[in-house]
Structures are given as C-alpha cells and as structure tokens.
C-alpha cells in the first residue's frame, strides 16, 4: 500500500545481496509524503531513582515518569525516554498524569487533565518509602472540585503509583470517567527492524476488573517483561485509547500530541471507571468488556488509587508472576472461544476463595465445579447463544474478576455458513463488468447487505491485495477440509475464468504472474461508471496501470491458494473438480510461486501473508515425483531463506513493522534446517502474540492499522482477529508439535486460531476484525482482508491431546475423556483431519476422510482412529502421520496401501478404523 524502495532485480535476491531496510521515516511513507527534518529540543532535568527491579526517573518539574528500566538494562527502556525532551510540552501524556470526568448533581460532565495545560505542582513531604509525593490539583485545570494527590511509592521493594482524589466541595461528586495514561515505547518511528526489536515495546491488556492488568513486551519477544498491576480499588474496567489531538472532537482534553500512524499505535488510559464515557462517546457502541461504574465522594471523602510494576523475567512466566504478587489468575483451556457442542474448562488459583460466578448474559455460561487434581480450581464451561459472553468471578475478599467469552456455533456450522454465504450473497456475475470480474466473489457491506462493486481503495473491489482477495481465499480455503460440490463448482469457474487470464496472466512471457487489482479508476475510459459519491482522489485509486502493476508479491500467495486447494480436491477426492485434472492446478501454483520471484522481486524479499502456502506446494511438487519444478523451487526458495538467515530479524514488509512476514520465514528456517533463526522467530511472535483471559486478546495478534486499507471506518486503531491472529497461530502450532512440554505455545495458537472465526457471523459474513476501541466494539461492517485470517484457521484446524504436569489431561479442540492411562477424544475442530497427540509426539493427518474418535493408550503408546463410513467424494481416505518431537518412536499402521508418503484407505459403509503402533 505504501511506495519503499525501488525494486531489486531477481539476482540480488537469490544471491542474498538484498539490503537492510532503512529507518521507518525513509522506509515508510505515503506517496507523495516529504521527509521531515527533525527537530532538536532542549534536555529536560530528571531525577533519577532506583528501586530492587527498576533503574527510574521522574522529570523534576512535573513528576511524570521519564525512564524505567529493568535494573542494570540501561540500554533498554519500557517507556519513550529518548523522546522525553520532543514530548515536554503540553497536551503530552505521561505514567504519572490523570484524567477525571467528574459532576455533581445537576450539572453535565466536566473534565480534567492533568497534562492538557500543566501548571506548577505543590511538592509534598515524603514518608519512609516514598520516593516523589506532589499535589497536582493545579495542573488540573481551574474549577475543579478535587484536591488531586499523586504519589511515588518503594514499598517493600515494589515500585508504586497512586492517586488520592479529595472532594474539596460542598456537594456529592461524581466521577465517571477515571484513567491513568499509560505510555509504553511502541513508536517505530526512525528505527531499523533491529533497533524496533531491542527498544520497543507493546502492551497488551487484560480487562478484567479486580484481576485485570497490563503486560508490556519487548519486540524481541526476550524479557523481563513489564506487568503493571491494580491495587485495591483500581480496577481495570475499560481500556480508552488516548485520542491524538490533532483529530479530537473540539474541546476533549483527555488527548494527546503524538501522531497514531504505521509507526506509533499511540497511548491509552487504564480506566478504572467509565459510565460518564459510556453516556456520551460510547453511547452507540457495542457490549463493553465491562459493565461501566463511576465512583461517588461525598463532601471531604477520599479515594485512593494505585497500580504496581513488576517485573516478569519472561514472557511465559508472567502467569507466574501473577501468582507471586497474589493477583487471581485465570487460564482457559482450550480458550476462550467456545463452540456450543464443545466444551471448555476454566482453571482459577487465587489467594481468596471463589464465592460465586455469575454468567451475563445470564444462561450464556455455566460453570461447573470440578476436581482438577492440583492447587488450580477447574471448572467445566458449557455455552449456549451465540456472540459475547462474561463470567463474573467474585472472591470472597470482595475483588471481582471478568473473563471474557466468544460463543459460537459448532464449527461445523461456522464452515458451511461461509461456505454458503461467500458463494451466494457474495457472488458476482455481471457479464459485461467492464473490469473482468465475473464471475467472482467480491467484497461486502454488512450494514447495506451488497456487495462492494466500487470502493476508492480500489483493490477491495478489484479482487487482490488482501482487502480485496480476502473473500474469496475464504470461501476458497474453506472446501478444503469442508468442499460442497456445488461451492466447488463455482469457484473452479471463477478460478479458470476470472483469476486465471484476466487477475493472473496466463500466456507470455509473464505467464503466472498476478496483477495488483482488477478493478481501477480511470475515468476517460469509463467516464459514466464511477460513483460519483466515493472519494478518488486519493491514492488508493489506482489508474489501470497502476492496477495491472504485476510487482506486487503480496498477492501471489492468494492465488497460489485457489489453484493448490482445487490440487487437493482434484487428488484426494472424487467428482469434485471436473473442468481440469489436479496435476493442471498443481503446475499452475507452481507458476504463480515461480513468477512472484520472476516478476515481484522486490517484495518477495519479504515474507508473505499466506506466504506457508509455498511450502505446501513444494511438499505436493516432491510427492507428486516433479523433481524439475521442485527443484527450480526449492531454489528459489532457499535464495531466500539464505538471505533471511543473514539478517538478525528478518521480518521487514512494505510497512516499518508487521506482523505478516514471521509466519513465512520460519516456515522456511525450519525447512532448511535453520534452527537458531526459526527459534529467533517464534520468540519475536510472542512477544506481539499474547495469552491472555479474553477472546479477544487471546492469541491476538498484532495489527492496528489494516482498517485503512480493508475495512469500512478507516482509521489507526487495535485491530481484535485481524487476519494477523490465525496466520501466526501455523507456526506456534508447529513449535509446539516440536516441543510438547511447552503448552504456552498451544495456548497463543489455539487462541489465535479460533479468534480467526469469531468474525464469522450467523449468517456466514466474514468481517476484516473488531474494532477494539470502546466507542465502537464491534465487528467492522465489510470483509475486507479477512479470508488470509480464515486460511490461517483452515491450514491448522485440528485436535490436541494433551497430558500437562499442572492441569492433566487437557483437549484442544475436541471433547476428551482419560480414566488411567486409557483416552479417548471426539475431535469436533472445524476439520476432524488433523489430530496430535502430546504425549506420543505423533501428528496425524487425512487429507481425505474423517476422524470420529481417538483412543490412546500411554502405557503401550498404541492409537487406535475410527473414521467416518465413505462418502460419494470420498470413498477414500488419505492417511499421514510422523512422530515431530526428537527422539520420539516412529509408528506403523495396521491398515491401507502406500500412497505418496502416505497411506490410502477404502472406507465403507460403517466405520473403519486404524491401528497406529509405536515400532
């Protein structure tokens, strides 16, 4: 979307002469948008502190936090300290500022900052421990009612902040709205990659009330990590961006100065009461994390709030740092997305006894007490409706703790919704478009129920770049492991009639190589079509050049996809691809992944979104006994890797930073053999890929600026299951075949992967993500970009079998009993093809037929599958399996005929089942 460097020729890319990208003001930038000179500013005078886990400093004139690191780690910094001085003015927010919106009776809410216009603050006499004490309430701004006393605090070794708000008046007030700004290192402005992954950070919240908290990690994915945590009375009950000024509705002062952009997601406040925003901004908004409260101070009451930073010295130990700082601590296995033909558990260690849990809405949830057989409460979550849902925990030491649930239809439903929606509401044929889009599926509006024709980013109506491929890689990618003849049929149509020789060329030279849109505005050539409603003036409406543009690589995974899914079909299956055979569509991806190296250079330098695809066709090439091609692409792809392997973090894009690339390169470390590397890029995914108590934060990972380019309100902001949440989740799961014991790893992608069809909704729309902001919290109204989050969702869909050391016999994806050593498993994931089991390291797969139920022995190690009877398309199944974890026994099948590294075997009429033995 944005124009870099200009394209590389195809030989300085297989020969790893490929440059490091420049900072993100050279690298990043709109067309047409000038450089800067940067500005130099004064020093600002600090005063410098220590605590047993922190070197700190507090500005000397306001007391607002300027450094904090981890103790002896000067050259890293949790918060902007190199911008300190940029950053001094008014209306910059800092940890250490407040906002209030307060009222009394009578009267409409009024606010408070204490940043908007800072007026000298009164220095109070400390007490033993306390490091910084001022009264503030002069930086408030005039008329307010409060005195405003703001402390710094050592106690017992934990750094401290806290807030004591007096009503000074005569009257009862009201506070509904109370936030502390929480400013964290996120900006990649005028870095490298390398220097974003060793000085920034990004914070992830979990909004839970009581429990709620902040974790702050490092790029690098490497610790200590940061938590900040609530003290008594500062609950975490809504998360409000800080609004940047410059685009702030006249007269809000709860602002900041720094620009929101590619480079900086911006700040936002810990926000410990919220109804006074919930009356005004967030009036039309959808369902709050949490039920919004104020806070009411009669004449001379006080109320005292704080929050604590502590130090995890890793990002999977942060669950047990909770513990330690005798927080409540929730963890949701498999999640907290639940099918309503599933069922989840719950697992709760507190320092207070649970005194109730209540369901809103009520009857959405039920949790069931159950034995858990160590030092966590267990309990069995069973959902019904559908959408949003909350477990309120309350402890008997009053604290309230809110878990956050997504309820959705049994996953097989989920899967023919989109199936059937993609292939009827969104499916075009207009036989004399003039853009050569039909038949196709193109993108929709929810709101207006059509389909999207024109757009001024004119890709999300021209069927490529992801905000327009997006439906249907979907509805593509949903017939692999679920194909229906008749969806099959037309998009093997759309895929030999419009992506095959008008989106991708299909002759020449160029053969295979994938134009950027097919959809343009160019206004002489059709001057009566365009809608003269739509904004085209802006860069995003791309002229017919621009569109047929075959540079960028970005779009060549997407039609890799069509043409490798109808392979599969075509081989595995019977009846279900009719207009040509599968070794056609095979070559056919080959082509596009050998064009995008021909014909996209530059980008291709890059890992791609979708970009595992590659690997599978490769595989498919080898099995299949083309060595010719395989070999041309296993060069090709090794070129790569072998400049990947050079870089310390080889994780550039188009943007500054992104969250696409990693998934590609490691897929590509670990098939060369490049270990260190593929290590080095599941860390990094950790650090932006979380696990925490919400569907929506859970496995979520980072995107906050794609709404520009694929989604209906168009603007900066934390984007919830963006396609960036399943597409990271394929190498996690890959991590975690390798290394069984590390059940963080399953947790983020199991999450991830879910999250990916919580935007499914009950009619089968998929849309681009949720907007997390509180004056919306809800989906985003078009589809957009979300079929790349749906492939990631169908390539890993599949059960796990798990045995962990703190919480027993656990599964992911399907309902599992264990008596003994003996279990037995009913996988009900969106697939019922893919199947591990933990203990065994053993990885199973069907690339035809289905897999009703497991049972495992532990002691022998012996698997015993039972598979659906035969279908008309598959008479058939198609059996793989490995053992992936070092060392592991390798195993034997008792049934089926050698089949391309693989086993075929007849089904019939009833169940089959197979005996997979340890040898």
């Known amino acids: 979307m944005k124009r870099l460097l200009k394209p590389l020729p195809l030989v300085a890319l297989v020969l790893g002469t490929l440059p490091t990208l420049l900072p993100a003001t050279a690298a990043y930038a709109e067309e047409g948008e000038a450089q800067k000179p940067k500005k130099v500013f004064p020093p600002i005078q600090q005063t410098a502190m220590q605590t047993p886990a922190f070197d700190l400093a507090l500005r000397a004139d306001t007391q607002t936090l300027s450094h904090l690191s981890p103790k002896g780690d000067g050259a890293f910094d949790f918060v902007p300290a190199g911008r300190e001085a940029e950053r001094a003015g008014d209306g910059y927010v800092h940890i250490g500022d407040i906002h209030i919106r307060l009222k009394t009776a009578g009267t409409d809410w009024q606010d408070f900052s204490s940043a908007h216009a800072r007026k000298q603050i009164a220095a109070l006499t400390t007490a033993p421990g306390v490091l910084a004490a001022a009264d503030i309430t002069a930086s408030m701004g005039a008329g307010i009612p409060l005195r405003v006393e703001r402390r710094w605090v050592n106690e017992a070794g934990v750094l401290a902040l806290r807030f004591t708000l ?48 902040l974790q702050v990690t490092r790029l690098n994915g490497q610790g200590p990590a940061l938590l900040v945590l609530p003290e008594k009375g500062t609950p975490l009950e809504a998360y409000r961006p800080v609004l940047e000024a410059r685009a702030a509705p006249k007269g809000d002062i709860f602002t900041d100065r720094s620009q929101r952009s590619q480079v900086s997601e911006g700040f936002y406040d810990w926000t410990v009461a919220s109804k006074g925003f919930a009356e005004k901004e ?45 927080r409540p601590v929730a963890v949701g296995i498999p999640g907290y997305v639940v099918p309503t033909d599933q069922t989840a558990s719950l697992f709760l260690k507190t ?10 809405p009520a009857g959405a949830l039920t949790a069931t007490s159950e034995k858990s057989g160590s030092d966590w409460a267990r309990y069995r979550i069973k ?27 049994p996953l097989e439903q989920v899967m023919a919704d989109i199936g059937r929606f993609t292939t009827t509401e969104q499916w075009f044929e207009g036989k004399n478009d003039p853009f050569h889009r039909s038949p196709a599926i193109l993108s929709y509006d929810r709101e207006e129920n059509k389909i999207l024709t024109q757009d001024g980013r004119v890709w999300v109506a021209g069927m490529s770049d992801e905000g327009g491929a997006g439906s249907w890689v979907a509805a593509i990618m949903k017939q692999l492991d679920n194909p229906n003849p008749e969806e099959v049929a037309k998009l093997e149509t759309m895929v030999n009639q419009t992506v095959l020789g008008h989106l991708q060329v299909k002759d020449g030279p160029q053969a295979g190589a994938v134009k950027k849109s097919l959809f343009y505005y160019e206004p002489t050539e059709f001057p009566n079509y365009y809608d003269p409603g739509i904004n085209w003036k802006n860069w995003t409406a791309w002229s017919k050049k621009d569109s047929n543009d075959l540079g960028r690589s970005y779009n060549y995974p ?30 056919w991806a080959y082509r596009t992944s050998v064009a995008m190296m021909r014909d996209a250079p530059y980008y291709a330098q890059f890992g791609q979104m979708e970009g595992d695809i590659f690997l599978d066709v490769l595989k498919d090439l080898k099995r299949e006994g083309l060595t010719t091609e395989a070999t041309e692409m296993e060069g090709l792809m090794k070129g790569r890797a072998d400049h990947w392997r050079t870089l310390k973090f080889p994780f550039g894009s188009e943007m500054a930073w992104d969250s696409t ?6 897929a590509w470390m670990r098939y060369f053999g490049y270990q260190p590397q593929a290590d080095i890029t599941r860390e990094v995914i950790l650090g932006y890929d979380p696990t925490i108590p919400s569907w929506g934060y859970n496995g979520n990972a980072r995107r906050y600026w794609d709404f520009l380019y694929g989604g209906k309100v168009s603007r900066i902001e934390r984007q919830i299951h963006h396609y960036g949440s399943a597409l990271n989740a394929v190498p996690l799961f890959d991590a975690y075949r390798q290394n069984p014991t590390d059940l963080h790893l399953l947790r983020v992608a199991y999450g991830g992967m879910m999250g990916g069809i919580t935007n499914v909704d009950q009619k089968g729309f998929g849309s681009a993500a949720f907007h997390a902001w509180p004056d919306m919290m809800k989906w985003d109204a078009i589809t957009g970009d979300y079929g790349m989050g749906f492939y990631g969702h169908a390539i890993t869909s599949a059960t796990y079998v798990v045995n962990d050391a703190k919480f027993g016999w656990l599964g992911f994806g399907g309902d599992l009993t264990a008596k003994g050593g003996k279990v037995r498993v009913e996988p009900k994931d969106g697939a019922r093809r893919r199947l591990f089991i933990a203990p065994a390291g053993l990885w199973v797969t069907l690339e035809a037929g289905r897999i009703k139920s497991a049972d495992y022995d532990a002691k022998t190690g012996k698997v015993v599958l039972t598979l659906d009877p035969a279908s008309t398309a598959a008479p058939t199944a198609r059996l793989l399996f490995e053992t992936t974890t070092a060392g592991g026994k390798t195993y034997a099948a008792d049934a089926g005929t050698a089949d391309r590294g693989g086993y075929a075997i007849p089904l019939g009429s009833g169940e089959t089942t197979v005996t997979l033995s340890p040898r």
């Open 351 to 360: 320092p207070s006894k649970v005194a109730k849990i209540e369901s809103f």
């Open 558 to 587: 997407h039609v890799a996809i069509g043409h490798w899914v109808l392979y599969r079909l075509a081989r595995d299956n019977q009846g279900l691809v009719k207009q040509h055979d599968w070794k056609f569509y095979l070559e």
């Open 661 to 666: 690339g990693q998934p590609e390169v490691y």
């Open 282 to 326: 967030w009036a039309k908004a959808g369902q709050q994390w949490n039920e919004p409260t104020s806070i009411t101070l009669a004449p001379g009451e006080s109320r005292t709030i704080g929050l604590r930073f502590v130090t995890a010295p890793s990002i999977r130990a942060i669950e047990d740092t909770l513990v330690a700082n005798k």
């Open 383 to 409: 959902a019904s409706g559908w959408g949003q849902a909350r477990l309120t925990v309350t402890y008997a030491d009053g604290q309230k703790q809110t878990v956050s649930y997504y309820i959705t239809k």
């Open 166 to 213: 007096v009503n000074t008046g005569s009257e009862a007030v009201e506070i509904g709205g109370l936030g502390m700004p929480m400013v964290f290192d996120n900006i990649i402005l005028d870095r490298d990659l390398d220097q974003a992954h060793a000085q920034a950070s990004f914070v992830d919240p979990y909004i839970g009330r009581d429990a709620g908290y």
